[in-house]
T-cell receptor, first 114, second 115 residues
Framework: GNSVTQMEGPVTLSEEAFLTINCTYT??????LFWYVQYPGEGLQLLLK?????DKGSNKGFEATYRKETTSFHLEKGSVQVSDSAVYFC?????????????FGQGTILTVHP | GAGVSQTPSNKVTEKGKYVELRCDPI?????LYWYRQSLGQGPEFLIY????????DSGLPNDRFFAVRPEGSVSTLKIQRTERGDSAVYLC?????????????FGPGTRLTVL
């Protein structure tokens, strides 16, 4: 079946450090890939997405590239801020069908210190 | 505009009781999803509605769980004979259509605690 594996957290960084959160997936067909973020006290919201191989999703300085050959969608940011502290979820919606049921990873807690 | 809303925000109940959780999706969104999130885990799919019909209920854990969306807008998740293992945050999401690349907009969730 479909599954998503994220690097284990928590991740603690200093402000302006480089961030990578690894995400790999298993899926049939050609899934779409997403990163969702949950800020403290808020609901899940979409951060970025990619719908086909080699696409790069980007938003708020974050980027992730859909790598079909390595079944990966790693999240990166060149310089994190304290306001980036949140829980990050990698997710996929399976290809070959016409609806967007999401399969999520377990989440990675990011804490950024001043 | 208004986002996805869920009521109640918190629900505490006793083992064996019946509960209903409500979701108001974004107006005009045809697709509606329910997920369940346990502590320290990612959300897990429960059920998906396209319009009024449940197109996929494969994630419902057993027959104590049931959901409806009678007019294609508001949805209610119903849990009978609650068990302590049902304690979790129940999330509702909606999207304009049900394409695999469509963004889902999530509500704030209902935190269910079964004592």
């Amino acid at each position: 079946g479909n599954s998503v594996t994220q690097m284990e957290g928590p991740v603690t960084l200093s402000e302006e450090a480089f961030l990578t959160i690894n995400c790999t997936y298993t899926a049939t067909g050609y899934p779409s890939l997403f990163w969702y973020v949950q800020y403290p006290g808020e609901g899940l919201q979409l951060l970025l997405k990619a719908t086909k191989a080699d696409d790069k999703g980007s938003n708020k300085g974050f980027e992730a590239t859909y790598r079909k050959e390595t079944t990966s969608f790693h999240l990166e940011k060149g310089s994190v801020q304290v306001s980036d502290s949140a829980v990050y979820f990698c997710a996929l919606s399976r290809g070959g069908t016409s609806y967007g049921k999401l399969t999520f990873g377990q989440g990675t807690i990011l804490t950024v210190h001043p | 505009g208004a986002g996805v809303s869920q009521t109640p925000s918190n629900k505490v109940t006793e083992k064996g009781k019946y509960v209903e959780l409500r979701c108001d999706p974004i107006s005009g969104h045809t697709a509606l999803y329910w997920y369940r999130q346990s502590l320290g885990q990612g959300p897990e799919f429960l059920i998906y509605f396209q319009g009024t019909g449940a197109a996929d209920d494969s994630g419902l854990p057993n027959d104590r769980f049931f959901a409806v969306r009678p007019e294609g807008s508001v949805s209610t998740l119903k849990i009978q004979r609650t068990e302590r293992g049902d304690s979790a945050v129940y999330l509702c999401a909606s999207s304009l259509t049900s394409g695999r690349g469509d963004e889902q907009f999530f509500g704030p969730g209902t935190r269910l605690t079964v004592l």
